[in-house]
């Protein structure tokens, strides 16, 4: 883009009228910092000029939550940006994202914040540290109900809709923790009762519908909301931007050490492309939930409990899906629904059974990939085997699936349960199963006996896939072989 073409993006984006009741302190004690170029040009000087160039209280945000901070924090992000527009990647200088510092507090919001391309949000200090860390709340007061507003949104178009900002450009969100105030709930206590599913279909924390690359999320927490990301509508397929460039090339996201507590969603991505990757985070409480989408998406370790759980089974085409090194308490029905996977792989699983689990892993129509060397505890999953292959549950179910690599695979019950579903089930969907190589897993649950309406309950595959050499023990019976063939 030249030059002459990003000062016009520029002046469209900074065009707005001023923040009602700004002032301008133009007389600071000492340290004072003049307003910057940026600055002037965004036609609103700060408010305070004796925090520095990139500190929301700069621009009036209050960290005590008493007043709403929605337009201050817009206009501090507006000017963030303006501010490192020139020195950013846009303009192939190499310079770095300008960082917009968050300082310990509670900030409240009412309204949808947009986030331009390029701008770090960074709080003061990791979240955990309840002394000194930045709260964000989207606050709900009398009659008004902003749940069904995204708190900050990456989106296609300016807050006047004249330009679109948001491209395959780095941002970053850092040490921040984030609330809803749910119904019932107050700023000063946020969670009333929980969030429906579907109630606040355009609510969420973060709200991606533009085209993101390598959005790096690290350090934050993600507190009751609709959803804590909300991805809609950001294909693969070619489309052209407001600026003329090509975009809509789907949404990268790195989350690192990040916590996602009891929301309606930790996910909730419908219609697009993805490249997720989540690293060391913690999961509580909510589902993971994609809809017709394509692409990528990694878990690597990290720990599930508390009904957390995966449900990727809605119409997607997915060309990997990784579940790696996590640590899984089961609560839901079934932990991890995943629907026509081109890669599979989930391996080096830790799982913990739970009251209410049926199964822990149900795939439908995977093409290649490998489950492999899980521990599987079902240990007071009290779950019926099901009328037919239809609904028969099992700790692994593989429905439609082909040349899949089941292997090392340890599923044990090391209390007493009543479990009655399958250890490793393959069956047909709208398409045969075939070829997966089932080898080398250690099986001692179902507790109800080898064989269930003709159906062997430990092992029992299609006739198309083949089955190494596993090991099934009747913990009843205390009795254990080798087999190389179905149970």
Sequence with gaps: MRRRDLSKVLLAWTAAAPVAGAKTNTNCARPCYPP????????????????????????????TGAADSTQALQRAVDAAWASGFYGSPWSGKGGAAPVLLFPPGRYRVTDTITVPTGVTLRGAGHPANTTSHTRIIMDSPGEADNRDKPMFRFSRTTRDDTALMNTAITCAIENLEFWFVTMGGTFDRPMGAGIPFGKYPHGGILMFDVDADDTRIVNCVFQHSPAAVRITDVGSQEARRGDGRKGNRGVGLFLENCEFDASC????????ELDLQFKGCQFFGGMHRYENCTGKIVYQGGRWHGDAYIDAGNANALGKFELGGADVELGAHVFLTLNKAALLNVSHNSVFGGVSAASWLEVTDAEGGCITANAVDSSGCNAASGTGPADFTAVIRLLGCRRLLVSSNNITAMHAGEYRGFGILSGDSARPAGHNFVNGNAVSAPYEGPVYEGQGRYINLRDADVAGQNYCYDSRSHHGSPRSDPL
Excluded: I, K, Q
């Design 36 to 63: 910057t170029p940026a600055e002037t040009l965004d036609r609103v000087l700060p408010s305070d000029l004796s925090y520095p160039p990139g500190n929301v209280l700069r621009w009036g945000a209050d960290p």
């Design 265 to 272: 969603a930790h996910v909730y991505a419908t219609a697009s």
